[in-house]
Protein backbone atom coordinates (compact mmCIF):
# COMPACT_ATOMS: atom_id res chain seq x y z
CA UNK A 1 0.00 0.00 0.00
CA UNK A 2 1.45 3.65 -0.94
CA UNK A 3 2.55 5.31 2.34
CA UNK A 4 3.52 8.68 3.11
CA UNK A 5 6.76 9.31 1.09
CA UNK A 6 9.10 12.32 2.35
CA UNK A 7 12.54 13.79 0.24
CA UNK A 8 14.99 14.64 1.13
CA UNK A 9 15.57 11.60 3.55
CA UNK A 10 19.09 13.55 4.93
CA UNK A 11 20.19 17.36 4.28
CA UNK A 12 22.99 18.97 5.78
CA UNK A 13 22.67 22.70 5.55
CA UNK A 14 24.91 25.90 6.95
CA UNK A 15 23.59 28.64 9.12
CA UNK A 16 21.54 31.19 7.69
CA UNK A 17 21.12 28.59 4.69
CA UNK A 18 17.35 28.16 3.29
CA UNK A 19 15.84 23.97 3.10
CA UNK A 20 12.88 22.75 1.43
CA UNK A 21 10.94 19.60 2.39
CA UNK A 22 8.76 17.82 0.75
CA UNK A 23 5.71 15.56 1.13
CA UNK A 24 3.57 13.49 -0.81
CA UNK A 25 0.90 11.96 0.71
CA UNK A 26 -1.12 9.33 1.19
CA UNK A 27 -3.80 9.34 -2.05
CA UNK A 28 -7.51 10.66 -1.30
CA UNK A 29 -6.10 11.74 1.96
CA UNK A 30 -7.55 15.36 2.29
CA UNK A 31 -4.85 16.38 5.21
CA UNK A 32 -1.42 16.84 5.70
CA UNK A 33 0.66 17.95 8.97
CA UNK A 34 4.49 18.74 9.49
CA UNK A 35 5.34 18.00 13.17
CA UNK A 36 9.29 18.94 13.84
CA UNK A 37 11.03 16.46 16.25
CA UNK A 38 14.12 17.38 18.55
CA UNK A 39 16.36 14.76 19.93
CA UNK A 40 14.58 12.81 22.70
CA UNK A 41 11.30 15.40 22.31
CA UNK A 42 8.14 14.52 21.47
CA UNK A 43 6.72 15.81 17.96
CA UNK A 44 5.59 18.90 17.81
CA UNK A 45 3.17 20.23 15.65
CA UNK A 46 3.67 22.78 13.12
CA UNK A 47 1.20 23.76 10.43
CA UNK A 48 -1.79 21.61 8.90
CA UNK A 49 -3.58 21.93 5.69
CA UNK A 50 -7.11 20.27 4.68
CA UNK A 51 -8.08 20.24 1.29
CA UNK A 52 -5.07 22.37 -0.27
CA UNK A 53 -6.08 25.91 2.55
CA UNK A 54 -4.32 25.89 5.75
CA UNK A 55 -6.33 24.61 8.46
CA UNK A 56 -4.51 24.78 11.96
CA UNK A 57 -1.12 26.32 12.61
CA UNK A 58 1.11 24.97 15.66
CA UNK A 59 4.70 26.52 17.01
CA UNK A 60 6.06 27.05 13.13
CA UNK A 61 8.42 29.69 13.46
CA UNK A 62 8.25 33.10 11.12
CA UNK A 63 11.13 32.24 9.07
CA UNK A 64 9.35 28.74 7.93
CA UNK A 65 6.21 28.64 5.33
CA UNK A 66 4.39 26.20 3.57
CA UNK A 67 1.92 25.18 1.31
CA UNK A 68 -0.01 22.36 -0.22
CA UNK A 69 -0.56 22.12 -4.10
CA UNK A 70 -3.00 21.48 -6.46
CA UNK A 71 -1.73 17.63 -6.41
CA UNK A 72 -2.26 17.28 -2.57
CA UNK A 73 1.61 17.50 -2.40
CA UNK A 74 2.97 19.84 0.29
CA UNK A 75 6.39 21.63 0.79
CA UNK A 76 7.48 23.06 4.20
CA UNK A 77 10.33 26.01 3.21
CA UNK A 78 12.76 26.50 6.41
CA UNK A 79 14.64 30.22 5.31
CA UNK A 80 17.61 31.92 7.52
CA UNK A 81 18.15 28.43 9.51
CA UNK A 82 19.48 27.88 12.72
CA UNK A 83 21.44 25.06 14.66
CA UNK A 84 18.41 24.95 16.29
CA UNK A 85 16.40 23.66 13.51
CA UNK A 86 18.36 20.45 13.50
CA UNK A 87 15.54 17.61 14.32
CA UNK A 88 13.35 15.24 12.37
CA UNK A 89 11.35 16.59 10.68
CA UNK A 90 8.02 14.33 10.01
CA UNK A 91 4.73 14.90 7.97
CA UNK A 92 1.87 12.74 8.38
CA UNK A 93 -1.70 12.40 6.11
CA UNK A 94 -4.87 11.63 6.83
CA UNK A 95 -8.42 11.45 5.92
CA UNK A 96 -11.15 13.17 8.30
CA UNK A 97 -13.43 11.42 8.32
CA UNK A 98 -11.18 8.13 9.23
CA UNK A 99 -9.91 10.30 12.17
CA UNK A 100 -13.31 11.43 13.41
CA UNK A 101 -14.27 7.65 13.73
CA UNK A 102 -11.70 6.24 15.39
CA UNK A 103 -13.89 3.02 15.82
CA UNK A 104 -12.85 2.49 12.16
CA UNK A 105 -9.69 0.87 12.81
CA UNK A 106 -7.98 2.52 9.93
CA UNK A 107 -4.61 4.03 9.86
CA UNK A 108 -5.96 7.59 10.67
CA UNK A 109 -2.64 9.38 11.43
CA UNK A 110 0.19 7.92 9.05
CA UNK A 111 3.81 9.04 9.19
CA UNK A 112 6.70 9.52 6.39
CA UNK A 113 9.83 7.95 7.33
CA UNK A 114 10.78 11.86 8.41
CA UNK A 115 13.75 14.23 6.80
CA UNK A 116 16.95 14.47 8.96
CA UNK A 117 17.42 18.09 8.96
CA UNK A 118 21.30 18.68 10.54
CA UNK A 119 22.30 22.92 10.69
CA UNK A 120 25.94 23.22 11.05
CA UNK B 1 0.34 21.90 31.97
CA UNK B 2 -0.24 19.82 28.86
CA UNK B 3 -3.12 18.87 27.57
CA UNK B 4 -1.99 15.46 27.34
CA UNK B 5 0.39 14.17 29.83
CA UNK B 6 2.35 10.89 29.98
CA UNK B 7 5.03 9.30 32.52
CA UNK B 8 8.04 9.87 30.52
CA UNK B 9 9.70 6.36 32.02
CA UNK B 10 11.94 4.79 31.39
CA UNK B 11 10.18 1.77 32.17
CA UNK B 12 12.62 -1.26 32.15
CA UNK B 13 10.42 -4.35 32.73
CA UNK B 14 11.33 -7.79 32.32
CA UNK B 15 10.54 -10.10 29.37
CA UNK B 16 7.38 -11.78 29.72
CA UNK B 17 6.45 -9.54 32.49
CA UNK B 18 2.90 -7.40 32.34
CA UNK B 19 3.12 -3.33 32.30
CA UNK B 20 0.82 -1.15 31.89
CA UNK B 21 0.80 2.83 31.25
CA UNK B 22 -1.44 5.92 32.04
CA UNK B 23 -1.79 8.84 29.81
CA UNK B 24 -4.66 12.10 31.02
CA UNK B 25 -6.32 14.48 29.20
CA UNK B 26 -6.96 17.87 30.33
CA UNK B 27 -9.91 18.76 27.56
CA UNK B 28 -12.80 16.91 28.37
CA UNK B 29 -14.51 18.06 24.50
CA UNK B 30 -11.55 15.09 23.52
CA UNK B 31 -12.82 13.11 20.82
CA UNK B 32 -11.03 10.01 20.19
CA UNK B 33 -7.70 8.19 21.42
CA UNK B 34 -5.10 6.62 19.98
CA UNK B 35 -1.69 4.77 20.72
CA UNK B 36 0.89 5.02 18.72
CA UNK B 37 4.55 3.46 18.87
CA UNK B 38 7.78 5.27 17.93
CA UNK B 39 11.42 3.09 17.56
CA UNK B 40 14.22 5.58 18.35
CA UNK B 41 15.02 7.51 14.78
CA UNK B 42 11.74 6.23 13.12
CA UNK B 43 7.89 7.96 12.30
CA UNK B 44 5.40 7.06 15.04
CA UNK B 45 3.05 4.38 13.69
CA UNK B 46 -0.56 4.13 15.20
CA UNK B 47 -0.33 0.62 17.33
CA UNK B 48 -4.03 1.20 18.31
CA UNK B 49 -7.20 3.35 18.48
CA UNK B 50 -8.88 3.39 21.79
CA UNK B 51 -12.85 2.92 21.86
CA UNK B 52 -15.09 3.83 24.34
CA UNK B 53 -15.39 -0.10 25.32
CA UNK B 54 -11.98 -0.93 25.66
CA UNK B 55 -10.25 -2.88 23.20
CA UNK B 56 -8.21 -5.79 22.94
CA UNK B 57 -5.26 -6.91 20.10
CA UNK B 58 -3.30 -9.44 21.15
CA UNK B 59 -1.20 -8.70 23.73
CA UNK B 60 -2.20 -5.16 23.84
CA UNK B 61 -5.04 -3.61 25.87
CA UNK B 62 -6.29 -0.15 25.44
CA UNK B 63 -8.97 1.27 28.21
CA UNK B 64 -10.73 4.99 27.79
CA UNK B 65 -11.91 6.63 31.08
CA UNK B 66 -14.19 9.15 29.81
CA UNK B 67 -15.07 10.33 33.73
CA UNK B 68 -11.31 10.39 34.65
CA UNK B 69 -9.80 11.33 31.40
CA UNK B 70 -7.19 9.19 31.00
CA UNK B 71 -6.40 6.41 28.55
CA UNK B 72 -4.29 3.02 29.64
CA UNK B 73 -2.63 0.64 27.63
CA UNK B 74 -1.81 -2.67 28.78
CA UNK B 75 1.11 -4.80 27.31
CA UNK B 76 1.01 -8.59 28.38
CA UNK B 77 3.50 -11.32 28.09
CA UNK B 78 6.02 -8.21 26.95
CA UNK B 79 8.92 -8.99 24.29
CA UNK B 80 12.11 -7.45 23.52
CA UNK B 81 10.76 -6.23 20.65
CA UNK B 82 8.02 -4.14 22.61
CA UNK B 83 10.97 -1.72 23.40
CA UNK B 84 9.87 1.27 22.21
CA UNK B 85 8.53 4.69 23.15
CA UNK B 86 4.69 4.31 23.28
CA UNK B 87 3.20 8.04 22.73
CA UNK B 88 -0.52 8.83 24.04
CA UNK B 89 -2.69 10.79 21.15
CA UNK B 90 -5.49 12.56 21.33
CA UNK B 91 -7.94 14.35 18.65
CA UNK B 92 -9.69 17.10 19.56
CA UNK B 93 -11.73 18.93 17.03
CA UNK B 94 -9.25 17.79 14.39
CA UNK B 95 -6.26 18.98 16.03
CA UNK B 96 -4.05 16.07 17.08
CA UNK B 97 -2.11 16.22 19.90
CA UNK B 98 0.56 14.11 21.32
CA UNK B 99 1.76 13.17 24.31
CA UNK B 100 5.73 13.27 25.42
CA UNK B 101 5.73 9.17 25.05
CA UNK B 102 6.75 6.84 27.88
CA UNK B 103 9.60 4.99 27.10
CA UNK B 104 10.00 1.08 27.35
CA UNK B 105 12.42 -1.24 27.78
CA UNK B 106 12.10 -4.83 27.81
CA UNK B 107 14.95 -6.39 29.55
CA UNK B 108 16.16 -10.36 28.54
Known amino acids: AAGVIQSPRHLIKEKRETATLKCYPI?????VYWYQQGPGQDPQFLIS???????DKGSIPDRFSAQQFSDYHSELNMSSLELGDSALYFC???????????????????FGAGSRLTVL | RKEVEQDPGPFNVPEGATVAFNCTYSNSASQSFFWYRQDCRKEPKLLMS???SGNEDGRFTAQLNRASQYISLLIRDSKLSDSATYLCVVNRDDKIIFGKGTRLHILP
Open chain 1, 27 to 31: PRHDT
Open chain 1, 49 to 55: FYEKMQS
Open chain 1, 92 to 110: ASSLVGLLRESSSGANVLT
Open chain 2, 50 to 52: VYS
